[in-house]
């Protein structure tokens, strides 16, 4: 049966008025007005801002954008004491977390001089927005009390409790002040424990002026309490409490005082009291509070970019890692160009957000590949947050330079070196607490050797020894928070039986990262069958299996014994923020007459296969190459060649070693069928220091089938990335 051409025109245009109901609501029946209409404002993070809501026959409903303008919004700041209002939020910028909440409003019409919103016509009750309240609107008020004051400084400290709470005290004109109290908020407290280096505020005290005059000249050291600041007021996304309006510095005394105590740690939690992962984290660092900034969304993490990237949204990334505000927010990365995955672009935070992935960001369609993005990695956001002072004194003896030298501790107003412990335990991870105590970047080497005159002569007089040693984790702000000994004292010795502790640190370095797109694109779909004629070289480097050194005749007699081979390509790009070198000297390069070049690594990469049990089941090898530029950003030149006798990987560059050349493949002979995991290893052994280890293996799970030698790559992945 065909239905005619005007009964199918009247079908889609029922479908389509059924659509749109969904998409807006059927206008209800309209209401009467009260006599007084309450006003709020909800979701901001303060009472100056936020979504407008009414409250009608004792229900809280939404007020709707239609045709609201700023004169609408001057009236509704008037009626909640406000002076004016400064902006308008439309589209349910302030998304309101109960959907079934009524929108009284709509249709707003004032003229901006009304006391009062009743004085004004709009339909209560009757309206035609969105279901969803997506078109709730929302506005800022403006008060005039206070200002914002321009200073280059403002120093804040505690008195009278300790490094974590105390009475609250302000330098202006080279003198220390108390706050006053009155209208203080616990987000004032926020802001101002966050420019001490803590992550937010546990408790807010008001002292009255009786009990906080028998007790302010033992705490603030004075005979007279004095008031610098008064009237304080944050918004909550401010970094330093000198960004707060307030009435100005003058002289004030007999005022309440505030007293706050600051949170040490701010571990989120979900329901059940397990604690929840922080889906932020920064890289390429030497210190853990500063770095390129990356965040963790399904699963992956990938960085994001730094245009329109403001402090507001470096503090609330700072605050969720545990740190305090952010000292600064820095568009072309200082710490090395990320790689992989470019997430999220145009970060607007309001400053109440408990995590960065609440703030409002645009996500990009393809992360996974920076040219399909209006952004590049070269534009990745970097950040550095606070963090409280520590009194722990580290300082550097008997170095040629300022970066290198034995290691003194001062204890109890004692230097003394600084002792390797009983089993001579001083490894790259004490090496590297050490540097990012000392602000010194990264640790380069750990075991040398300084002369002792200038030694003797550095340490002015006579030389202390703590025998203690130290053991790092690796996650230390510094030495004073690792393991001392054992027993966790300090021991004065004549002499260091086990040696000195003794480092050097380089503000940069190299960070070498496989490219795991272009293992997973290269992996062969079936494996290469050679003959071992063809692998003379392999044979000399050992990148076949030990299998083929067990055949009948001698490896070269079986000229046309044939080998499985899986093959790839491996890209190695370096983004760290200094050349990536060898780890010998050139005249220990070891030429390879076969290949017809020098060897500058004994192992640069390795290569694996595990199960999913993670047993080996096929041996890897140790592929040792020329090093050299053969890829580069296109802001950056080619540095190193081999055939001009130069080795290494420029910063921004990617040495490149394509699946058909010798060596760059597993041998899979031995393989039988089944699922298994390939592994790329860079810079295995950590012959040369970087700025993040982390992320030197690429990986891809793949299943084989022996007797065709078909190959399906199921999933890749990057360590430190997933």
Not at 208 to 229: C, E, I, K, Q, Y
Not at 456 to 466: F, L, N, P, Q, V
Not at 473 to 488: F, I, N, P, Q, R
């Amino acid at each position: 049966m065909q239905w005619p051409i005007s009964t199918g025109l009247h079908v889609v245009a029922v479908v389509v008025f059924v659509s749109l109901l969904l998409l807006r609501e059927v206008p209800g029946q309209r209401l009467e007005k009260p006599s007084k209409l309450p006003i709020r404002l909800v979701g901001g993070q303060n009472a100056l801002i936020g979504r407008v809501e009414v409250q009608y026959n004792g229900t809280w409903g939404t007020v709707c954008d239609d045709n609201f303008d700023l004169n609408d919004a001057h009236v509704i700041c008037h009626q909640m004491g406000f002076v004016r209002a400064i902006s308008i939020y439309p589209s349910g910028h302030y998304k309101t977390a109960d959907e079934s909440a009524p929108t009284w409003i709509d249709e707003l019409q004032c003229r901006g001089d009304e006391k009062n919103l009743l004085d004004c016509s709009f339909d209560l009750g009757h309206h035609d927005c969105s279901l969803r309240h997506r078109e709730d609107v929302g506005v800022r008020c403006y008060v005039p009390q206070g200002r914002v004051y321009k200073l280059e400084t403002l120093p804040v400290r505690f008195r009278g409790g300790g490094a974590l709470e105390g009475y609250l005290q302000v330098f202006y004109r080279n003198r220390w002040g108390l706050v006053d109290a009155s209208g203080w908020s616990q987000v004032n407290s926020k802001v101002v424990c966050g420019q001490m280096g803590y992550c937010g505020a546990e408790e807010t005290r008001t002292v009255d002026r009786t009990s906080s005059h028998l007790n302010f000249s033992s705490a603030v050291r004075g005979d007279r309490p004095f008031f610098w600041m008064k009237g304080v007021s944050c918004l909550g996304g401010e970094d330093q409490l000198k960004e707060c309006r307030h009435f100005g510095f003058k002289a004030y005394y007999r005022l309440p005082a505030v007293k706050v105590r600051c949170l040490k740690s701010c571990a989120t939690y979900f329901q059940n009291g397990t604690l929840k992962p922080t889906a932020v984290r920064l890289r390429g660092g030497s210190l853990r509070h500063e770095g390129r900034l990356e965040v963790k969304i399904n699963g992956i993490w990938g960085t994001v970019c730094g245009t329109y990237f403001f402090k507001e949204a470096a503090t609330i990334a700072c605050r969720e890692m545990g740190f305090g505000s952010a000292v600064s927010s820095l568009r072309h990365t200082p710490y090395g160009r990320g790689s992989g995955y470019l997430w999220a672009q145009e970060v607007t935070c309001r400053g109440n957000e408990g995590s960065l992935l609440d703030c409002d960001m645009r996500l990009n369609q393809r992360p996974e590949n920076e040219y399909y993005t209006s952004c590049r990695h070269v534009d990745d956001a970097s950040i550095m947050c606070r963090v409280p002072r520590s009194n722990q004194r580290l300082r550097l003896i008997g170095g040629n330079n300022e970066n290198e030298g034995v290691l003194q501790i001062r204890h109890r107003g004692q230097w003394g070196i600084l002792c390797k412990s009983r089993k001579g335990q001083w490894t790259m991870t004490e090496a590297k607490i050490a540097c990012r105590d000392l602000k010194l970047g990264y640790p380069v080497a750990h075991l040398l050797q300084f002369p002792k005159p200038a030694v003797e002569s550095a340490s002015r007089g006579g030389i202390t020894h703590w025998a203690v040693g130290m053991k790092c984790s690796g996650t230390e702000d510094g030495l004073h928070a690792c393991a001392v000994g054992g027993k966790k004292s300090y021991i004065g010795a004549r002499y260091c039986p086990q040696g000195e502790a003794t480092v050097k640190c380089s503000k940069e370095l190299p960070d070498l990262v496989p490219d795991m797109d272009r293992l997973r694109r290269t992996l062969s779909e079936r494996v290469h069958r050679e003959s071992l004629f063809r692998l003379r070289c392999a044979l000399e480097e050992n990148c076949l299996s030990s299998s083929v050194y067990s055949l009948p005749y001698a490896p070269h007699a079986n000229r046309y014994h044939q080998r499985r081979l899986l093959r790839f390509s491996a890209r190695i790009m370096n983004r760290g923020t200094a050349d990536f070198l060898p780890s010998r000297d050139r005249s220990r390069w070891q030429w390879h007459q076969c290949h017809r070049h020098y060897h500058s690594f004994e192992e640069f990469t390795h290569y694996n296969i595990t199960n999913d049990d993670g047993r080996l089941m096929v041996e890897g090898h140790k592929a040792s190459f020329c090093l050299e530029d053969v890829e580069c950003d296109g802001d950056t030149s080619k540095r190193y060649q081999c055939s001009h006798g130069t080795q290494g990987i420029r910063k921004n560059c990617a040495d490149v070693y394509r699946f058909d050349i010798d060596c760059q493949w597993v041998d899979v002979t031995d393989l039988q069928s089944g699922v298994f995991t390939l592994s790329l290893a860079v810079n295995p052994q950590k012959l040369v220091a970087e700025t993040d280890h982390e992320n030197n293996v690429a990986w891809c799970r793949f299943a084989y089938e022996s007797q065709s030698g078909a190959v399906r790559v199921l999933q890749c992945g990057l360590s430190g990335h997933n």
